[in-house]
């Protein structure tokens, strides 16, 4: 039961802190709780389709097709992401205005929210798909065995489930006038570990060569396969040995985010007074 | 406007030339197997300094995560299915790969 308790753990663990920071990014929205729900709910049927389809998909494109969805499905959630912030930065400050005005939940930021349950899909999809084929396989396998370890998967999911939760009431105590600069800057993060991850995936599948020496090896500080590393991993793209494209794609992702939001940020003097 | 075509052209030319030159056939290939939870071959070795091309089956009934940490790579295999896993070539020394589903699977890749 335990090795099976872990293993779903580990994949629920990262999508857990994912969907915690969205929860708490988008606190306050009307409507948010549907479209993270939705967003968990379309990853768990995308999950299941791609363990499903695992074979086929791992042959498609000269047998880098598992590489190349990974890479693809990461990649729209970064564009995702950015986006997020760029919204965030034209239409934060009057959304929180129109918040403290109303007192109450708004329902602005639609947009916004499908955004982030695209992330919140994607990232219960990739996690998801992993866990589905285990407690597959260990469903197919005999009797006894097979309920222990489904049993132990069962409660892999429940503690994911609590990170999540830890994750997002940690979030919330944060006071609101630090909020938007504390979730912008995590949303970040996110993003441009999340390229970063795209990029190995890119280097696992022999299309992307070019500056591939390793840069540093950490392992010896903090192993990417230890808890803090793994949350470390998925908050802001911490990598125990980083090729060179690693870093400069982690760079850009960041720079061009950063850029970005100052380009499309309205700025104070010319937004209009409230009524 | 045409001399801005032709620079951008020759550069794409230039950096997909210098990705095919880097990827030339120096790759070298190994075959693993799993089965019964275990790699067959346990010990696998490759020269240093080369790319290195891993074809994977599974035999096995249940599906298995090729994956190490050292190499930087992780593959889901399908009961039955079989991958191909490119690796970066690699310093002298031990690296040590598993199957994530089943950790007691392990095997090493050996570079002298």
New interface residues.
């Given amino acids: 039961m335990l090795?099976s308790l872990l293993?779903v753990f580990r994949e629920a663990f990262e999508a857990g802190l994912i969907v915690g920071i969205v929860m708490a990014v988008t606190s306050g929205v009307a409507g948010r709780g549907r479209w993270v729900a939705g967003g968990i709910a379309a990853g768990v049927f995308g999950a299941c389709v791609v363990?499903l389809f695992?074979?086929s998909l791992?042959k498609l494109f000269?047998?880098?097709g598992?590489?190349l969805f990974n890479a693809g499905i990461l990649g729209f959630a970064v564009v995702m992401l950015g986006w997020h912030n760029v919204w965030m930065a034209r239409h934060g400050r009057e959304l929180a205005a129109e918040m403290r005005a109303a007192g109450q939940a708004v329902v602005t930021g639609a947009k916004s929210l499908a955004a982030l349950a695209v992330v919140v899909a994607v990232a219960v999809l990739r996690e998801g798909?992993?866990v589905v084929?285990?407690l597959?396989?260990?469903a197919?396998?005999d009797g006894g065995a097979g309920v222990g370890m489904l049993a132990g998967g069962a409660i892999g999911l429940v503690l994911g489930s609590l990170v999540c939760l830890l994750t997002y009431l940690g979030l919330i105590t944060i006071p609101t006038r630090y909020l938007f600069g504390v979730t912008s800057t995590l949303i970040a993060l996110l993003a441009a570990g999340m390229a970063a991850q795209a990029i190995?995936f890119l280097?696992?599948?022999?299309i992307?060569?070019?500056f591939?020496e390793t840069v540093w090896d950490t392992?010896w500080i903090l192993?990417?396969?230890s808890y803090p590393g793994r949350a470390l991993h998925t908050l802001i793209g911490y990598v125990?040995?980083p090729?060179a494209m690693q870093l400069i794609v982690y760079a850009a992702t960041l720079a061009a985010i950063l850029l970005l939001m100052r380009l499309f940020a309205v700025p104070p003097a010319r937004r209009p007074h409230a009524a | 406007m045409k001399k801005d075509q032709l620079a951008v052209l020759l550069l794409a030319s230039v950096?997909t030339a210098?990705?095919g030159l880097?990827?030339a056939d120096e790759t070298v290939t190994l075959s693993l197997t799993i089965k019964d939870r275990q790699f067959e071959p346990v010990e696998v070795h490759a020269p240093a300094g080369k790319?290195i091309?891993l074809h994977i089956k599974n035999l096995g009934?249940?599906?298995c995560?090729f994956e190490s940490?050292?190499l930087?790579?992780?593959?889901?295999?399908?009961?039955?299915?079989e991958?191909?896993?490119?690796v970066?070539p690699q310093q002298p020394g031990r690296y040590n790969f598993f199957d994530?589903?089943h950790?007691e699977t392990k095997g090493v890749l050996v570079v002298p």
């Fill in positions: 090795p293993i363990a695992t074979q791992s000269g047998g880098s598992q590489e798909s992993e084929l285990f597959y396989g260990v197919a396998a190995a280097e696992q599948a022999d992307l060569t070019a591939d392992s192993s990417e396969a125990d040995q090729t | 950096l210098s990705i880097a990827r790319p091309t009934s249940t599906a995560e940490n050292e930087h790579v992780e593959k889901v295999i399908a009961a039955g299915g991958a191909v896993v490119h970066r994530d589903f950790r």
